[in-house]
Every structure is written in structure tokens, then in C-alpha cells.
């Protein structure tokens, strides 16, 4: 039998030729089978390292996360660390962290001095580098210390820019307490966000502010912005107006726009200190994480189209659709709202002026919205949203 004398040798390295080796023809060296089989073999061998690493990640699953709420060690604060950071990434910087049961549904039973544990581990993981944001504790529905109503808390929160917990005992937020008792046990709300590293992250929210005219809306717009009550004579508004006819008349003409900047360090309104002087916009977004662009429109229906161009050329995540309770919703405020059903845009109803309005009133008007949001043209589902807890 003829054997040709040029063979091939193949390692596991390199392909080379090797003359001096006399080989049959398209033969294999098993010294490469060998080699593949010796590794696969050291790779399903398991050391005691691995084992100890094993038991302790099975460990770490058994760990719940109240557990780690409350110890706040280093491995606690990076698990919560690694959350947050996903959390956040997937709510596109922001998300509402909600601390009542854990994963298998079953009650963490919160007492008062987990509370102040599980934010001073929270506070610690978002201070983290890979976090880079700020908590805010939004609503405790287990909190002993009870405010007098709302208003309160409102006015702490508008004058202050922060105010207590809304707490479960207070009648302000027994709807809370009601979603709480049925889950089972505490709850406490914390507002994640994310700190922006410039400007090109900040996140923005847009509201198109819609309804009938002498509404309230730029009075509405005033007050939130500038941080001061009107006055009662439309002094909140003359801000937002651009032309003088709209100062005498006092009714927009024109699409308006002002924002409203959150605080990157504490999460409250960026206001200026005295409430004579209003920030200015390069201020409020050097000061700001998250940023609310209001688009003023105008009710009337003469500068219908201004506010049918304004809607859709603005293109706002939302529309605040004011009514006045006294003359509920008519005129223009129904086309703005088709307006606002045509373009898919989610819509929120204001109802306003509901100090000067008699108790029957307000309630025909709100069963109005009601039939309106039901109808077949609508057909949405209204939720009342009476205080801050609901």
C-alpha cells in the first residue's frame, strides 16, 4: 500500500505541516480529541470555592428584602444599590418605590422605626455612584404624627417647598389606609430620581392646559410656577401673558409656555426665595432633575385654531383639562376635549373655582364629567383623585 509522505499534524494551537512525520493519508492526530475531552472534564470539576460560593448566593436568596432594608450593611446597600439602578433604568430615570410586602406577597409588618431604617438605606444605596439620585419618602400610611386635613399638608408643601408624610390615621389619607389594611400591613411611597449630569438629561414632562374660557387656567399656572396664591384680582397670571390685550381682557390669545423645575438634591419646586421675584429659566434648569413645560391655550373661541395649533404642534404628554364647577363643562371645553381624544392624548380633569360654588352645583357638574368620560365618544374611566394619598 502506497503511503503518501506528506501528513498534516493539528493541534489545538496551530495547523502546521510537518515533513518529517510519514502519516496514512487524511489521518487525524487523537491527540486533539484527547485534549478536548481533558478540558471539558476540568471544566465540570467543582472546587470547594465553588461550593462555598453556591451556598452563599442560595444563602443570599433566602434573604428577604426587609432584611436588607433594615441591617443596611455593605452587601445590603449594594443589592439595593444594583435595584435602584435597574428600576431607574427602566422607569427612564424616575420610579415610585413602594416598601410593603415582599416578593411572595406576604406583609413586611412595618413598625415606626423601620421606617427611618429603610430610608436611611435607601437615601445610602441612591448616594451611590452607579445610582447618583435622590429618595424622597412621599406618603407613610402608617405614620403616628396626623395633620389637620389636606390644606395643611398643601400649604406646608407650597410655602416650604416639603411637609410631612401624609400619615394613615388622618382622614386625608384613608384611602391609603384602606389599600393598606386590604395588602395586609404598612406601606410606605418613595419617589426615586435619577440626578442628571446636564441638561440633555433632565427629565421633562409637557401639559397642554385646555378648557372653557375664564376657567382658571392661567391663574392655575401662576400660582404653581411662581409659588404665591393669587390674589384675587388675576396679579398670579399677568406673568404668562405676551401681549397687552391680554393683560386688559385678561384672556389668553396666544400659546403660553412656563415650567416648573423639581430640585435635584431635594425634590421640591424651585422657587425663588422671595416671592415678589420669579427664577429665571437658565436658573431653574441649572437647579432642576426633572421639569414640567406647561402650555398655556387659549379658551376662547375665537383663537380656536391658536389652540388647535398650539395642541398639536406642542406635542404634550398630557392634557389638563380645566372646568369651572360653577359652569361645568361647556362651550369650548368640549372641543377641547375631542380635540384632545382625536390626537390620543391622556387626559386629566381640573375642576376649579369649587370655593364659590354651591354643593349642588358641583355635584351636577361632576356627574356630568362623568357621563361625558363614559359616553360612547369618550369612553374612558373616570377616577376620582380626592386628596394626595388617592
Not at 30 to 42: E, H
Not at 83 to 95: I, K, N, S, V, Y
Not at 279 to 294: E, M, P, Q, T, Y
Not at 349 to 374: A, S, Y
Request: contains cysteine; charged residues 25%; neutral net charge.
Amino acid at each position: 500500500m502506497a503511503v503518501d509522505k506528506l501528513g498534516y499534524r493539528i493541534s489545538t494551537l496551530d495547523i502546521s505541516r510537518d515533513d518529517s512525520t510519514t502519516l496514512p493519508k487524511y489521518s487525524i492526530d487523537t491527540s486533539l480529541f484527547d485534549s478536548l475531552v481533558d478540558k471539558a472534564a476540568a471544566a465540570t470539576t467543582v472546587t470547594n470555592g465553588d461550593v462555598i460560593d453556591a451556598l452563599a448566593a442560595s444563602t443570599d436568596a433566602l434573604t428577604t428584602l426587609k432584611q436588607r432594608l433594615i441591617r443596611g450593611t455593605d452587601d445590603d446597600l449594594g443589592f439595593l444599590a444594583d435595584l435602584l439602578d435597574r428600576r431607574l433604568t427602566e422607569g427612564r430615570g424616575e420610579f415610585l418605590f413602594e416598601v410593603a410586602n415582599e416578593s411572595d406577597g406576604s406583609s413586611m409588618d412595618l413598625a415606626d422605626e423601620d421606617i427611618a431604617k429603610v430610608t436611611a438605606a435607601l437615601s445610602k444605596a441612591a448616594a451611590m455612584p452607579q445610582v447618583a439620585s435622590f429618595v424622597q419618602l412621599l406618603v407613610d400610611t402608617g405614620a403616628p404624627v396626623a395633620l389637620e386635613n389636606e390644606k395643611t399638608f398643601a400649604r406646608e408643601l407650597h410655602t416650604n417647598g416639603s411637609a410631612k408624610p401624609i400619615p394613615a390615621n388622618s382622614s386625608s389619607s384613608s384611602s391609603a389606609a384602606a389599600v393598606s389594611s386590604v395588602r395586609g400591613g404598612r406601606a410606605a411611597h418613595y419617589l426615586v430620581r435619577r440626578k442628571p449630569e446636564g441638561v440633555e438629561q433632565i427629565l421633562e414632562v409637557r401639559v397642554a392646559v385646555a378648557g372653557n374660557v375664564d376657567a382658571g387656567k392661567s391663574t392655575m399656572l401662576g400660582v404653581l410656577t411662581q409659588g404665591r396664591l393669587d390674589d384675587g384680582r388675576g396679579k398670579a397670571r399677568v406673568a404668562l401673558f405676551r401681549h397687552q390685550h391680554e393683560i386688559e381682557s385678561g384672556r389668553t390669545s396666544s400659546v403660553g409656555l412656563e415650567i416648573l423645575g423639581f430640585d435635584r438634591v431635594s425634590g421640591a419646586p424651585v422657587r425663588h426665595t422671595d416671592p415678589n421675584r420669579k427664577v429665571s429659566w437658565d436658573a431653574v434648569c441649572g437647579r432642576s432633575s426633572k421639569l414640567i413645560s406647561f402650555l398655556d391655550l387659549a379658551g376662547h373661541e375665537k383663537y380656536l385654531k391658536t389652540t388647535v395649533f398650539g395642541m398639536a404642534g406642542g406635542a404634550p404628554d398630557y392634557v389638563m383639562l380645566m372646568v369651572a364647577a360653577n359652569a361645568g363643562l361647556s362651550g369650548m371645553a368640549k372641543e377641547h376635549l375631542g380635540l384632545a381624544l382625536a390626537l390620543n392624548i391622556p387626559v386629566f380633569v381640573v375642576i376649579t373655582k369649587i370655593d364659590m360654588c354651591p354643593p349642588n352645583v358641583l355635584d351636577t357638574t361632576i356627574k356630568q364629567l362623568t357621563k361625558v368620560l363614559r359616553s360612547s365618544g369618550c369612553r374612558k374611566l373616570p377616577i376620582a383623585v380626592r386628596d394626595r394619598s388617592s
